[in-house]
């Protein structure tokens, strides 16, 4: 099993839809990120949340530490929010970022 | 705002020759972190560095070494390429002076084809 469990693996939407991904995990963390790759390979960076929630622009990430789970939500999608959502955790004393599969989302206008 | 600059962007090489991948992190930024991802794969963390020091290691091949200078760029030097090494090589800064750990930003990545 996985330390990090993405769903859905693809994800299909008409441009303005709501969508929400989620991230289960398996280990105590420190931190949590989510992550945008498009095609071409670059990888940015969302978020990062240790507990709450965070917003940016069309962008919401929350985390609940009990259930070791994160939601990033994308309100009123657009065709150019289309890429790979990776979420992607660090735990306990490590340095290194431990990655989920990620979830390729097409918007389709 | 700059951001994580790697070279070069494309590496095509040969079965076992030489590769050197060079990483330049954001100014201010003192901890470098090397990650591998294959085609279809999620990355996969390969080693990182604080303060020139390396600072933990993941699956980094013993093929592989990588240091950080004294302008905390770094460079990933591969030897005796395989094919499977083929991958995208991303480079991530972070600034963790303070002894906390803080966010990760990448670079574009260095796209390494051996064949």
């Known amino acids: 099993k996985n330390e990090v469990e993405q769903s859905p693996q693809n994800l299909t939407a008409q441009e303005g839809e709501f969508i929400t991904i989620n991230c289960s995990y398996s280990?105590?963390?420190?931190?949590l990120h989510w992550l945008q790759q498009h095609p071409g390979g670059g990888i940015v960076s969302l978020f990062m949340l240790s507990s709450g929630k965070k917003k940016h622009g069309r962008l919401i990430a929350t985390i609940n530490i009990q259930e070791k789970h994160s939601s990033l939500h994308i309100t009123a999608s657009h065709p150019r929010d289309s890429a790979v959502y990776i979420c992607a955790v660090r735990s306990g004393g490590s340095e290194k970022l431990v990655f989920g599969k990620g979830m390729k989302l097409t918007v389709n206008p | 705002a700059a951001g994580v600059i790697q070279s070069p962007r494309h590496l095509i090489k040969e079965k076992r020759e030489t590769a050197t991948l060079k990483c330049y992190p954001i100014p201010r930024h003192d901890t470098v972190y090397w990650y591998q991802q294959g085609p279809g794969q999620d990355p996969q963390f390969l080693i990182s560095f604080y303060e020139k020091m390396q600072s933990d290691k993941g699956s980094i091949p013993d093929r592989f070494s990588a240091q950080q200078f004294s302008d905390y760029h770094s460079e990933l030097n591969m030897s005796s390429l395989e094919l499977g090494d083929s991958a995208l090589y991303f480079c991530?800064?972070?600034?963790?002076?303070?002894?906390?750990?803080?966010?990760?930003?990448f670079g574009p990545g260095t796209r390494l084809t051996v064949l």
């Open positions: 280990v105590g963390i420190s931190a």
């Open positions: 991530a800064s972070s600034p963790r002076g303070q002894g906390n750990y803080n966010e990760q930003f």
